[in-house]
């Protein structure tokens, strides 16, 4: 009887627990079982590891083979458990030895011949293992790339098993990763393409430097689309933490491009109006996978025709705008996924939608109807509304006036740099991450400077929630305008962002 040990990794959502595999070679009937709450995919797996044992040059045992996986109430996902199975029973077998096992974590999918295929989620594995006290990885040679961003822990590739097998007799070494090429920053479309819309153009920026909600509502053809697909151009690069994050979830997703393995430009997602709830939110069979929300994590949400989307799926990014995470419970376990993003909504403001508003044919009642479709406690949640005007042609001629991103963008980072400085010792980045309580008591404006605020919130024209919004634009505005703290026309600008009519 023989047994032998192996550690591979399990992710739930993007946080990652190690997994002890065991192969024990006993007495009885040939046969193999796995246990330790496998799905069907790892099921399988006894079959495909069997067959690429064979096609390497080894000998299966002919004899019990029994590999469980621990914990065992953790529920196992994938085919990313095959390399470690199959190391495991060499090793129990006598066939290599495991000297070199313990400490080191495999991930790999096996092909019937042998070769070892990349798996999702090889980063946040790889962070989970270097956190969990685990020195080395194998991985395949088409995850190093992304083994090459965790630094701490000494990760090498292999194309084949006969090669890991080399490896622990110590034949042949692994092939190491590469230095990562210097990437290009990524080209952006340039805000100077944008003719007109002053007012949107200024919304634009105050989002970008506080990190604001933004909601456009124009006719068709005013540049609502082309607003939004700029606002990732004047956010500041992601840092470290956060740039390794975002990679972490577009690499459990499988979505990585090895060319430019570390996402360094805020992404930007914009899924149709047709898109199912799975798929903006996150879900699947099995241990649910992230949707376009946490694909737009520490980046811009776009959803054009907003009003279309349909209520379920509007209503379920409500609590995920507080709450910066989506939660999605199954049978199995509840998966987490980061989902703190700027939301950018842009909408008509009626169905028939004409070029202008004199030419609407709508009654006022599917008028009221098509805008109800963006509930309130929905737009409570957006800090800045903004009502898009019909290009005139006065206007299509004033193009010698208007800033590029670069210019833009210089504001932004400026403005961001004061807000940082200001919350650092708390932990908040921006103005839109400070809990209103923060807002009122520790960093509370004077009664004369937030006196429309308080009448707005007598009459009844905002709510709680929306007058601790417009405090956060005001503190934006002052940043923008290199003030220290906000004044009474910092909280009526916000006020007007905040106007119900734009909506």
């Known amino acids: 009887m023989a047994l032998a040990r192996a550690w ?25 079982k796995l246990v330790g709450l ?12 069997r067959a690429a044992v064979r096609n390497s040059g080894q000998r299966w045992p002919d004899s019990s083979v029994t590999l469980g996986l621990s914990p065992a109430n953790l529920p196992k996902v994938g085919s990313g458990y095959d390399l470690g199975i199959a190391v495991a029973v060499l090793a129990a077998s006598g066939a290599v030895p495991a000297t070199k096992l313990l400490g080191t974590v495999l991930l790999g999918e096996l092909a019937l011949d042998g070769r070892v295929r990349p798996v999702r989620g090889v980063l946040p594995a790889l962070l989970a293992a270097r956190k969990s006290g685990y020195r080395r990885a194998v991985v395949a040679v088409e995850s190093l790339f992304e083994g090459a961003l965790v630094a701490g822990i000494e990760v090498a590739g292999a194309a084949r098993l006969d090669e ?15 230095a990562p090429d210097p990437v290009a920053p990524a080209a952006v479309p340039d805000l100077a393409d944008v003719v007109g819309q002053p007012e949107a153009r200024w919304a634009l920026e ?7 909600h933004l909601l456009m509502t124009g006719p068709p053809g005013v540049g609502k689309t082309m607003l939004a697909t700029r606002l990732p151009g004047l956010l500041p690069q992601l840092s470290d933490e956060d740039a390794l994050e975002v990679t972490a979830v577009h690499s459990v997703d499988g979505t990585l ?3 430019s393995p570390l996402m360094r430009v805020p992404p930007f997602v914009a899924p149709h109006h047709s898109i199912s709830m799975a798929a903006l939110v996150g879900g699947g069979s099995g241990l649910a996978m992230p949707g376009a929300i946490s694909k737009a994590h520490r980046g811009v949400l776009f959803l054009d025709e907003a009003a279309e989307l349909g209520s379920e799926r509007l209503e379920s990014l409500r609590t995920v705008l507080e709450d910066g995470e989506v939660r999605i419970a199954r049978a199995r376990g509840v998966v987490r996924y980061p989902a703190s993003f700027q939301l950018v909504l842009a909408t008509n403001p009626c169905p028939c939608a004409p070029p202008r508003e004199t030419e609407c044919s709508c009654t006022p009642a599917a008028r009221r109807r098509y805008q109800a479709r963006l509930s309130g406690p929905l737009l409570d949640r957006v800090d800045l509304r903004v009502r898009m005007r019909p290009m005139t042609a006065m206007g299509a001629h004033e193009v010698s006036s208007i800033e590029s991103t670069a210019e833009v963008r ?10 940082a400085k ?24 004077p009664a004369r400077v937030t006196r429309l605020l308080d009448r707005s919130l007598d009459r009844g024209a905002i709510t709680a929630r929306g007058a601790d ?12 305008a290199e003030a220290d703290v906000p004044d009474a026309d910092h909280v009526a600008a916000a006020l007007e962002f905040r106007d119900r009519r734009a909506a």
């Open 38 to 49: 496998p799905d069907a995919g790892l099921r399988e797996a006894k079959d495909r590891v």
């Open 422 to 445: 200001r919350w650092s010792g708390r932990g908040w980045q921006t103005n839109a991450e400070v809990p209103g309580p923060a807002l009122r008591r520790e960093f509370a404006l």
């Open 257 to 259: 491009e090895p060319t």
């Open 164 to 178: 890991v097998i080399a490896w622990l007799r110590d034949e042949e070494p692994l092939t190491p990763p590469e």
């Open 469 to 480: 919004r417009c405090l956060r634009i005001a503190w934006t505005l002052a940043d923008l």
């Open 410 to 419: 210089e504001r932004v980072v400026a403005a961001r740099e004061r807000a």
């Open 206 to 212: 105050v989002a970008a430097a506080g990190g604001h």
């Open 8 to 32: 591979s990794v399990a992710l739930i959502g993007i946080e990652g627990r190690p997994v002890e595999i065991e192969a024990d070679i006993g007495a009885g009937l040939p046969g193999t």
